[in-house]
Nanobody, 123 residues
């Protein structure tokens, strides 16, 4: 089973940047997609971005497109989320996820979820 460990959350000012990391272990070739979701207090978990390990193809939520960049390091089995031009509405717990298909919803049957990392953006 895939195990995911996130790191890199914290506090940033509006307009600032943060980078999240998600290290995957136990991954097989069938788990081709990795991505990020976020959940703010009182809200549903929402899709942020995903990437394919094999092709590098990416998909972003409209709310983060052109501000966030997802990338992967196949050698170290690590996925990154570079967040720039942060806004207070980006404040949430960010979760890494691994799946077999091109997911864009938290209802997709993921192989694994990370434990989450808090991102707080102050105005």
């Amino acid at each position: 089973q895939v195990q995911l460990v996130e790191s890199g959350g914290g506090l940033a000012q509006a307009g600032g940047s943060l980078r999240l990391s998600c290290a995957a272990s136990g991954r097989t070739f069938s788990t081709d997609y990795m991505g990020w979701f976020r959940q703010a207090p009182g809200k549903k978990r929402e899709f942020v971005a995903r990437i394919s390990w094999s092709t590098g193809s990416t998909l972003y939520a409209t709310s983060v497109k052109d501000r966030f960049t997802i990338s992967r390091d196949n050698t170290n089995n690590t996925v990154y989320l570079q967040m720039t031009s942060l806004k207070p509405e980006d404040t949430a717990v960010y979760y890494c996820a691994a799946g077999r298909g091109p997911f864009s919803s938290s209802s997709y049957p993921m192989d694994s979820w990370g434990q989450g990392t808090q991102v707080t953006v102050s105005s």
